[in-house]
């Protein structure tokens, strides 16, 4: 019944890889070495590759030597879970999420990068954004998301989804390609502030990437 109701809740997104191929690519962040695996298929979809949003996040912790020990920290739209699996190797204690398809690719990337002595510290969940946040607790460290900001119909859910998560005092790094196509900067303007206190922290012009952070709002502390 569970089941039923979570396959439910997920929506389909676009199909934009019509072949299907897999590739490694390493990347080096703070002295770890992530071979991540990216399926162009059309399973997966946009879950499936490392995005330029993903590796931006990644050297903004590296370059303000983030550190998310003994921290809970949430990933949402994990994709090929690089952000998280960094998240775990700076210390944290992460849970990474994504639509149901997209989690098979994440614990494959997990197994190969997170040792076995802190796999504990990592584990892989379905969530839809604005459908089944209420089944995670709302006292994360740390919210983080690559790239989620492009679907505009649905802005609304993932802003609810953030607002459930986020302790009082949390953390939520987002980093997004500016598009101007999926009015990324509406949601960080306009829709994101109602609810968070949101600061551009970097933009790399050359890619079109923001780097935000958001603070809840103490009057907007409310669980939705
Ligand atoms: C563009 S990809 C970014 C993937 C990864 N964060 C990165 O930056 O490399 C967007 C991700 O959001 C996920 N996603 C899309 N719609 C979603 C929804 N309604 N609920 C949860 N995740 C969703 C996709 O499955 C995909 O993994």
Request: charged share 20%; hydrophobic share 35%.
């Amino acid at each position: 019944m569970m089941e039923e109701h979570l396959f439910s809740a997920f929506p389909k997104d676009d199909d934009l890889f019509a072949d299907c191929y897999t590739e490694e690519r390493t990347y080096e962040f703070c002295g770890h070495v992530l071979k991540i695996t990216q399926s162009f298929s059309t399973d997966l979809g946009v879950a499936g590759s490392v995005w330029d949003s993903a590796l931006a996040l990644c050297r903004y912790f590296a370059e303000q030597k983030i550190s998310f020990r003994r921290r809970k920290v949430i990933e949402l739209g994990a994709g090929t879970g690089i952000v998280g699996i960094l998240a775990v190797l700076l210390g944290g204690d992460v849970t990474f999420t994504d639509l149901p398809r997209a989690l098979k690719e994440i614990e494959s990337n997990i197994s190969v990068n997170v040792p076995s002595s802190c796999i504990h510290c990592s584990r892989v969940r379905a969530l839809s954004w604005g459908h089944n946040h209420t089944w995670f607790p709302g006292d994360y460290d740390f919210v983080l998301g690559s790239d989620i900001v492009y679907l505009p119909e649905i802005y609304p859910l993932p802003v609810r989804t953030l607002r459930h998560l986020s302790a009082q005092s949390a953390t939520v790094y987002l980093s997004s390609k500016m598009r101007r196509e999926h009015r990324t900067i509406s949601f960080y303007e306009e829709i994101l502030p109602q609810h968070f206190q949101c600061r551009l922290l970097h933009r790399n012009e050359e890619q079109n990437i923001n780097l935000y952070k958001a603070t809840q709002q103490e009057h907007h502390a409310g669980r939705h």
